[in-house]
């Protein structure tokens, strides 16, 4: 935040004291560094607040503050941290010489390197080709590498493929919502009368209703729930899958995404109306044990009674991501697969594996699973992507 | 400020009023509840079923003595059933009833799309209030509703205010104090987290569960309450389906004085279990030896309620 915005709210602050506004600032700031989305307009509510109670109490003001900032339970515990830091009653007050996060500059080639090591390469890497006189699409792929992309491992992809990969995965979720709201829309079993247009029209026939106005109710899509396997038996596949979820993600407002490896990690407010580099980065250290072994059975378990509590019903569609090689016990991931399937409406497993002709589900993890579920498909290329939607929009 | 004076002004005075209502609030909650009202702006309480966010609303509309609206939402709850809808049949009515009349068509229209033909729902009712006590509004389980319709309330909550296009602007006199509670089930878009105060409840500690359930069930005996109270803490933390909220601890002291127990043991435990788990899987996995466990050191004497 620049000076002149400080003298602003300095000035509406009218009987806070300067150094109290300014500190208040300051620590907003730094929440805001530390990724809880604080406004300038909730600033000056808790700027307001302050004047409302005894600011010799140390727990009001936290409270006061606290409410005014934080938006989850899960800010809780980084905001206390701050606050302890922050607003020490006895040293000097400097935020910054004691506060390990980096400043607001440094912030977006760090997010741009951590995101390299995972998604997708820088812009501009060799992907428009001087001279091609084929037909270019509005991003600058030509419809054949279109056709020859589509069918290719994502495993076996260099950096330019996956950044164009990345804008056909972008262009084709929105496509895949139409398909499914055409088919809600056809015929009049989903429409209700319009009572106000009709008794409207009717008051030039004297009130009788001859025109009926009819008014088309809204479409309800189903709930997405994906689960995505991060660990090293999937890592080649881990950033089209995270690509994947996030072009979900904003096309499918409800939907929620997981990753899980060792433990299970909600990736929903990471990748929530962010632009895709950042929305990696915070996915990438949201997810603790990112990359190494998987215990599917205990994620799902961990999902069962805790994060997915009450996120599953009858509308539900859950999405496991996962090449089956599961560490932990099958009858474990057997019984919570098997609370899954009853507490949601289709499964769906997608294994890149499925990509390869003699693979047979042997893995025991998978085939502990294998009884519940609905579907079970490749997503090892975009091809097979395209036909997972087209499934789902069937569902 | 509200213009009436219900002796609120202090994190104090809410703290001890809320606890004429049988509210217990701990300070966090009561230094909401003056900023809200300061502020005027709406709390968001988030927290997990049972943990009394909707009792709050009730308490304080007893306090404020203010009218208690209620909009509970739910899976496609859009605006007719939230703001307002026209009372067809009564206008349909009136239409017949002109008929043979010679009026103009404009007049009967505009004789039909005014206020008695308005059906105010919760939303309307709280912002067209004429009391001079702001109402409290209660919208219960946001988290139910959809995305479409926390855009819609967040623009209600911005402006106070409703456009009817057969009638013009209606806008709150007063705005009502707005309590909105989520379970969690789905996160709350942040635009409209922005626009509340924010508070988590949790479920309530040992010692303000024991000032709950006494202040609520005043008849049970501390020995009793205070068993109940460890005991709950114990079942909390186990991994259930559904974990009992404050309600079931109230409902378990009442089914306990009923059956004239004044000790907590396996078989009282075992016989009203019902009351305290509510699907059959946690029921079928509190049998006699969980239960027995669960009791282990739990004293018969509460310390510090001698």
Not at chain 2, 238 to 245: A, H, S, V
Not at chain 2, 280 to 285: G, H, I, N, V
Request: proline fraction near 5%; charged fraction near 25%; hydrophobic fraction near 40%.
């Amino acid at each position: 935040m620049d000076s002149s915005k400080t003298d602003t709210l300095a000035e509406r602050m009218g009987n806070a004291s300067d150094v109290l506004v300014d500190r208040v600032l300051q620590f907003a700031q730094l929440v805001r560094s530390h990724g809880i989305p604080v406004t300038s307009g909730r600033v000056i509510d808790a700027q307001r607040s302050l004047r409302h109670i005894d600011l010799g109490r140390r727990d009001d003001f936290y409270h006061a503050l606290r409410a005014n900032l934080i938006g989850s339970p899960d800010d809780i515990a980084p905001f206390d941290a701050l606050f302890d830091r922050f607003w020490r009653t006895t040293a000097d007050p400097d935020p910054e010489a004691d506060d390990p996060a980096p400043p607001q500059s440094e912030r977006p080639s760090e997010a741009r390197s951590a995101a390299d090591s995972l998604g997708p390469p820088r812009i501009g890497e060799g992907v428009r080709q001087p001279g091609d006189d084929e037909d270019l699409d509005p991003d600058g792929i030509t419809a054949s590498a279109i056709e020859v992309l589509i069918r290719k491992d994502f495993g076996t992809m260099d950096a330019a493929e996956l950044q164009q990969m990345q804008k056909i995965m972008a262009r084709m979720a929105p496509k895949l919502l139409t398909v499914r709201s055409r088919r809600f829309r056809a015929g009049m079993a989903g429409s209700r009368l319009d009572f106000p247009r009709t008794l409207r029209q009717s008051l030039h026939t004297g009130g009788d209703l001859i025109d009926l106005s009819w008014r088309k109710r809204r479409v309800d899509t189903a709930r997405l729930v994906l689960l995505c396997d991060v660990s090293h038996s999937m890592e080649q596949y881990s950033r089209f899958l995270i690509q994947f979820m996030y072009a979900f993600q904003n096309e499918l407002p409800s939907t929620e995404t997981f990753a899980f490896s060792t433990r299970l990690t909600r990736l929903t407010p990471a990748l929530r109306g962010r632009r895709l580099a950042d929305a990696l980065d915070g996915a990438a250290s949201a997810s603790a044990g990112w990359s190494s072994g998987t215990t599917i059975g205990a994620c799902l378990e961990q999902f069962n009674t805790r994060q997915g509590r009450g996120l599953l019903d009858r509308r539900t569609v859950v999405v496991i991501l996962s090449d089956g090689w599961d560490q932990g016990e099958p009858h474990l991931l057997r019984a919570q697969m098997a609370t899954i399937k009853r507490r949601s409406r289709i499964v769906v497993w997608l294994n890149p594996l499925l990509g390869d002709p003699r693979y047979r589900p042997l893995v025991s993890g998978i085939r502990a699973a294998l009884p519940h579920i609905d579907l079970l498909l490749p997503c090892h290329n975009l091809a097979s992507l395209q036909e997972f939607a087209f499934q789902l929009s069937r569902i | 400020m509200s213009e009436v004076d219900a002796g609120l002004d202090t994190i104090e005075q809410i703290q001890q009023k809320l606890a004429g209502e049988q509210y217990i609030a701990d300070r966090s909650l009561a230094t909401i509840i003056l900023l809200a009202r300061a502020l005027q702006k709406p709390v968001l309480l988030e927290g997990e079923p049972g943990v009394g966010k909707t009792e709050v609303a009730r308490a304080l509309s007893s306090v404020l003595g203010a009218r208690l609206i209620r909009l509970q939402c739910y899976e496609g709850l859009d605006a007719t059933h939230a703001l307002y809808e026209w009372n067809y049949p009564r206008q349909l009515l009136h239409i017949r009833a002109m008929e043979g009349r010679s009026t103009e068509v404009d007049e009967v229209e505009r004789s039909i799309f005014s206020e008695t033909y308005l059906i105010k729902r919760p939303l309307l009712d709280a912002i067209a209030s004429p009391s001079v006590v702001p109402p409290v509004l209660l919208i219960d389980e946001i988290d139910r509703a959809d995305e479409p319709f926390e855009a819609f309330l967040l623009e209600v909550l911005s402006d106070f205010q409703v456009s009817i296009p057969e009638l013009g602007t209606i806008s709150a006199h007063h705005r009502p104090l707005v309590i909105l509670t989520s379970n969690r089930t789905r996160e709350i878009h942040d635009a409209l987290k922005r626009r509340c105060l924010y508070m988590w409840l949790s479920y309530p500690s040992f010692e303000r569960e024991m000032e709950i359930l006494r202040s609520r069930v005043p008849d049970i005996g501390i020995v009793l309450a205070a068993q109940l109270c460890r005991f709950m803490v114990r079942l909390r933390a186990m991994d259930l389906n559904k974990r009992p909220g404050v309600a079931e601890t109230i409902d378990w002291a009442a089914a306990l004085l009923h059956l004239e127990k004044d000790e907590l043991d396996v078989t009282a435990v075992f016989e009203t279990a019902g009351v305290i788990l509510k699907t059959r899987e946690d029921l079928a996995r509190f049998d006699r030896a969980g239960i027995d466990a669960l009791l282990r050191d739990i004293p018969s004497t509460p310390a510090g309620y001698g």
